[in-house]
């Protein structure tokens, strides 16, 4: 009788530890300030106040390289800090149902199919900007101006030369190729 309540109890402490060790789950270190997404009018209205930069996330809902690059890259708090106090920020669904107001015009996604799962209609804002893959950041200047995309996954020490080749203005002194190769060259990247 002994063994079998000694057996109940070890049975009963291993399943205690082991309910206890499944149901912990480590603090994830804070990332300190998240980005302040906004609305592609809310930034073409704040530029009106305090001119910037602006940066828009253009990704899909069903993009694995999208999804990686708002957890490891938009949620870096180097990354973040930096977006907020150089660049208005916009995550705009490439194939969302919402309509865009931009430079006078309406984009609308009349393709758009509600409840589909997988991939939808490209919105027309997409189109306009010049968009074919996901993601991609458009880069817009103080005037909310075009000045080009950066498409594809990056991490925050990949980002961090074209964040900072726009926040400093550097596309108004270096307009050709060789000039932004020798850009690229000198650039010492802080956020390895």
């Known amino acids: 009788m002994n063994k079998l309540l000694k057996g109940f ?3 009963g402490l291993l399943i205690v530890l082991v309910s206890s060790l499944i149901s912990f789950t480590p603090e994830k270190p804070s990332s300190g300030e998240a980005v302040n997404w906004v609305t592609v009018e809310e930034a073409m209205s704040s530029l009106q106040k305090e001119p910037r ?20 890259t938009f949620e870096d708090p180097r990354v973040a800090e930096y977006l907020n106090k150089n660049f208005y920020c916009v995550k705009f669904d490439a194939e969302g149902p919402d ?4 430079g006078g015009m309406v984009f609308k996604n009349p393709t758009y199919v509600p409840n589909n799962p997988g991939r939808n209609g490209v919105h027309e804002f997409t189109q306009y900007l ?19 995309p950066v498409a594809g996954y990056r ?19 270096i307009t050709t ?12 990247p802080t956020w390895n």
Do not use: H
Not at 62 to 67: E, S
Not at 99 to 102: I, M
Not at 177 to 188: A, I, P, R
């Open 53 to 72: 930069p602006v940066i828009i996330d253009v990704y899909t809902k069903w993009c694995g390289p999208c999804k990686m690059m708002s957890k490891n």
């Open 9 to 11: 109890f070890f049975s």
């Open 177 to 188: 190729s060789e000039q932004w190769q020798e850009y690229e060259k000198k650039f010492v």
């Open 99 to 102: 309509s865009v107001s931009f």
């Open 130 to 148: 010049q968009v074919s893959a996901y993601p991609t950041l458009v880069f817009l200047d103080r005037k909310g101006q075009y000045m080009g």
């Open 155 to 173: 991490t925050p020490a990949q980002l961090e030369i074209f964040l900072k080749f726009f926040a400093e203005d550097k596309q108004l002194e």
